[in-house]
Antibody, heavy 119, light 109 residues
Framework: LQLLESGPGLVKPSETLSLTCTVSGGSISINSYYWGWIRQPPGKGLEWIASIYYSGSTYYNPSLKSRVTISVDTSKDQFSLKLSSVTAADTALYYC????????????WGQGTTVTVSS | DIQMTQSPSTLSASVGDRVTITCRASQSISNWLAWYQQKPGKAPKLLIYKASSLESGVPSRFSGSGSGTQFTLTISSLQPDDFATYYCQQYNAYSPTWTFGQGTKVEIK
C-alpha cells in the first residue's frame, strides 16, 4: 500500500489549501480503516488535523475544526483535505496516513508535501 | 481535550545505552498509545501501538509499556540507526481524536 499527497505548494494568505491523497496498492473502502491528515511545521512537531473513517464519518482536531473539511472519493481511492482562511502559521509539511481502527495508530504514511502560505 | 506531555525533549546517549522516553496523558487513555520514530526529511515510522504491541519489522530492542496516563518507550541497547526524534500519540476513543506528544530528540553523546 502506498499513499501519495498532491496539491499546490504555495497558497496565498486567506485562501483555501486543498490537498489530495491517492491510495495505491489497496482500496480506500476497506473495512475498519481511518484515513487521516497530519502536518508538521518547519522544525516543529506533528499535529493531527483530521481523519475520515471508511464509512464516511469524519473527525477533526478541535483547534482546526472550523476551517477544515476532509472528504473521500472511493471511486478514485482518494481522500482530500481543505483548510480555509490560511495564514503563515499553516505553512507545514502535510502528510496523509492510514490508521487501522484496531490500532488507532498511523501505520502507513505518505512521503509528505510541503505547503507554504505566502503572498 | 487530552494533552500529552512527553519527556525529556532532548536526550543525549551513547551506542549501547538503555534509553527511556516517557509520555503522560492528561486523562486516562487506557492503552491507546503509539510511538513513532522520525528521521530528518522522512515520514514518521510506527514502532509501537496499543502501548506495548511491536509493529511488524521493528527490532525487538524497542519496547513499550504503560496504561492509563503513564507510558514508556524503551530502547534496550541504542544503535547508530536509532538516533532520531520519537513521538508518542494518543487516541481518545470517547471523542475520536488523535494527539501527538511534543517529541524527544535522541542525540549522540
Amino acid at each position: 500500500l502506498q499513499l501519495l499527497e498532491s496539491g499546490p505548494g504555495l497558497v496565498k494568505p486567506s485562501e483555501t489549501l486543498s490537498l489530495t491523497c491517492t491510495v495505491s496498492g489497496g482500496s480506500i473502502s476497506i473495512n475498519s480503516y481511518y484515513w487521516g491528515w497530519i502536518r508538521q511545521p518547519p522544525g516543529k512537531g506533528l499535529e493531527w488535523i483530521a481523519s475520515i473513517y471508511y464509512s464516511g464519518s469524519t473527525y477533526y482536531n478541535p483547534s482546526l475544526k472550523s476551517r477544515v473539511t476532509i472528504s473521500v472519493d472511493t471511486s478514485k481511492d482518494q481522500f482530500s483535505l481543505k483548510l480555509s482562511s490560511v495564514t503563515a502559521a499553516d505553512t507545514a509539511l502535510y502528510y496523509c496516513a492510514r490508521h487501522p481502527y484496531s490500532r488507532s495508530a498511523m501505520d502507513v504514511w505518505g512521503q509528505g508535501t510541503t505547503v507554504t502560505v505566502s503572498s | 481535550d487530552i494533552q500529552m506531555t512527553q519527556s525529556p525533549s532532548t536526550l543525549s546517549a551513547s551506542v549501547g545505552d538503555r534509553v527511556t522516553i516517557t509520555c503522560r496523558a492528561s486523562q486516562s487513555i487506557s492503552n491507546w498509545l503509539a510511538w513513532y520514530q522520525q528521521k530528518p526529511g522522512k515520514a514518521p515510522k510506527l514502532l509501537i501501538y496499543k502501548a506495548s504491541s511491536l509493529e511488524s519489522g521493528v527490532p525487538s530492542r524497542f519496547s513499550g509499556s504503560g496504561s492509563g496516563t503513564q507510558f514508556t518507550l524503551t530502547i534496550s541497547s541504542l544503535q547508530p540507526d536509532d538516533f532520531a526524534t520519537y513521538y508518542c500519540q494518543q487516541y481518545n476513543a470517547y471523542s475520536p481524536t488523535w494527539t501527538f506528544g511534543q517529541g524527544t530528540k535522541v542525540e549522540i553523546k
